[in-house]
């Protein structure tokens, strides 16, 4: 009877402290539903009061959005407002698909200018060119608009005409070209082959929601081919749609393999994702390209793949992130993009670099150090790290590119050069054959020095901000200015050394833009590939059955 009551007594106690629990909660829940709807308040009586009695008129849609924008940023980058006006680009960066003329434009000098048609589309069969400034659309003006606004008037609704005005370097007067939309769908895989004899090469671009497809279509048309490995490059890749990453590891995973899952606040959103297709092959030796620009769906391929001991990773760290996205509709067409969770890979690390929700005092974030990452292991047992992206199995030593590269590149002059030497040149050799002679690099010197091209030589400015400190602590003095002089005569500007010193390296930047002329995005990434010591070490790795089955530990596996 005692042992009775004491349990009665236990379980009164314990739905007593249950219903407390419950009602604790619930009280958390209604004050901060309070403090939600306390706040809204304020906000909208606080813009109607701004509205009616500041001193100039307020753009509201701007304000209101700079409020939004303002408040967004403190969460993490990659949540965002996104108005009516801005959804369609939103869903070309998810698709690759739009309708409009075909071609990249920049912003240069106050004007608009194209920049790169893309093959067989309206722009470049119309016949604009490469450094073509946009003067004209139909009967408008367009001079003095960004580029938003350029490229917001250029699409259109497939089939809508249109007139294009542009002025042409070295052309006199003005050139017109009807053209007449049409749907533009950007290839997620734009270039393909052999490489390295027998290795297959695959770039792939983006993760639009064709991107599985295309991947799967050159893989077979590789294998086909006869290739005995295969690299896949996702260098510079920022992601894209999250299935098709998946889809992309179930073409060398077999069916039923787990390759991430995503946990949030929302439980109710956590899920699972398995391979659900049989792969195209489990077995052919197989290395991924990685750099500091691939990020987020391409992060799941190469991180799945380095779990799973079925890849071996080259290049440089990855950029980290391990945030996943949705989209929710607002009212007026509107659109918000919101982090919805966080992705594991099959190891079980989430690879995201930065923590957005523990800034410093003045609202900065940092990358989490090494030292806090966690170990964890791969299907063969290797270590891997969290909390950074993911570091390659192999990192080749690669040059850092050259200070003048740099402001050949950032002032136009590679660009430029390639204007006047498609104008002067009908045709060119093949993308695999094409190398710049020597004589047509002296001409480029010729050009860059004929416009006055000046640069920021680092280790000029590094000398100039040294000797400032050794005078502010009273170190400048007869000798050691001598000694500076010396230094610095050493270290003048020659722009004749500068270019011949780093030819190879300028020479092939240049080439790739002269190239992209005649063969556009194709032709560029053939050139660009040419002498790549990364590509060249994956190659190698596949190759080589021995040191791939030791990179992955195969014998720890048997």
């Not at 009164?12 to 809204?40: C, M, P, Y």
């Not at 007139?163 to 950007?186: A, N, W, Y």
């Not at 297709?277 to 030796?285: A, L, R, S």
């Amino acid at each position: 009877m005692r042992e009775r009551r004491l349990s009665v007594a236990l379980v009164a106690v314990l739905l007593l402290a249950s219903g407390v629990t419950h009602r604790a909660q619930a009280d958390k829940i209604d004050k901060r539903n309070f403090e939600i709807s306390r706040n809204l308040d304020i906000f909208n009586s606080l813009f109607k009061e701004l509205n009616l009695f500041y001193v100039d008129t307020i753009n509201a849609e701007k304000a209101i959005t700079d409020g939004i924008n303002s408040m967004l940023v403190r969460l993490d980058p990659y949540t965002e407002y996104i108005p009516e006006q801005e959804k369609e680009d939103f869903f070309f960066s998810t698709t690759g698909e739009y309708a409009g003329i075909g071609s990249f434009i920049m912003e240069r000098d106050n004007a608009v200018y194209i920049s790169e048609p893309y093959e067989g589309m309206p722009a470049q069969l119309a016949g604009l060119r490469p450094g073509d400034k946009i003067v004209m659309i139909d009967n408008d003006t367009v001079l003095g608009w960004k580029s938003a606004k350029v490229s917001e008037r250029l699409k259109g609704p497939a089939n809508t005409k249109l007139k294009v005005t542009v002025e042409r370097p070295d052309v006199e007067g003005l050139l017109s070209f009807d053209l007449v939309r049409k749907k533009i769908q950007m290839p997620a895989v734009p270039y393909y082959d052999m490489v390295c004899d027998s290795v297959g090469y695959i770039y792939l671009s983006s993760f639009t929601d064709s991107a599985a497809e295309e991947v799967k279509r050159a893989l077979q048309d590789l294998k086909r081919r006869g290739v005995t490995a295969l690299v896949l490059d996702l260098r510079g890749n920022g992601g894209g749609i999250l299935e098709q990453a998946v889809q992309i590891v179930n073409l060398f995973v077999p069916k039923g393999v787990e390759v991430l899952s995503t946990r949030g606040r929302n439980k109710k959103m956590d899920k699972t994702y398995k391979t659900t297709q049989e792969p195209i092959d489990v077995n052919i030796p197989l290395a991924v390209l990685i750099d500091g620009g691939t990020a987020s769906s391409s992060e799941i391929v190469a991180g799945a793949l380095q779990d799973l001991d079925r890849a071996v990773i080259v290049g440089s760290r990855s950029y980290g992130k391990g945030l996943v996205q949705s989209t929710r509709p607002l009212p007026y067409n509107g659109m918000l993009k919101v982090t919805i969770a966080r992705y594991y890979i099959p190891s079980g690390r989430l690879i995201q670099a930065i923590d957005y929700s523990h800034r410093n005092p003045d609202g900065s974030v940092a990358r989490i150090p090494d030292s806090l990452t966690n170990e964890f292991k791969t299907a063969h047992g290797r270590i891997v790290r969290d909390g950074g992206g993911i570091k390659p199995d192999v990192e080749p030593e690669i040059e850092r590119g050259s200070n003048i590269s740099f402001y050949l590149m950032k002032d136009f002059y590679f660009f430029d050069y390639a204007t006047r030497y498609a104008a002067e040149h009908d045709t060119i050799a093949g993308p695999k054959e094409f190398k710049l002679s020597d004589e047509e690099y002296e001409a480029f010197k010729d050009f860059v020095k004929s416009k006055n091209f000046k640069y920021d030589k680092q280790s000029e400015r590094i000398l100039a901000d040294l000797k400032e400190v050794a005078k502010f602590e009273g170190y400048f003095d007869e000798n050691t200015q001598k000694q500076f002089e010396a230094l610095e005569a050493c270290l003048n500007h020659d722009l004749d050394r500068d270019l011949d010193t780093f030819r190879d390296e300028i020479a092939h930047l240049l080439s790739a833009e002269i190239v992209k002329r005649y063969y556009f995005q194709k032709g560029e990434i053939i050139e660009s590939i040419k002498n790549d010591k990364n590509l060249e070490e994956a190659c190698a790795i596949v190759n080589d059955k021995a040191r791939y089955a030791k990179i992955l530990n195969v014998e720890t596996d048997k």
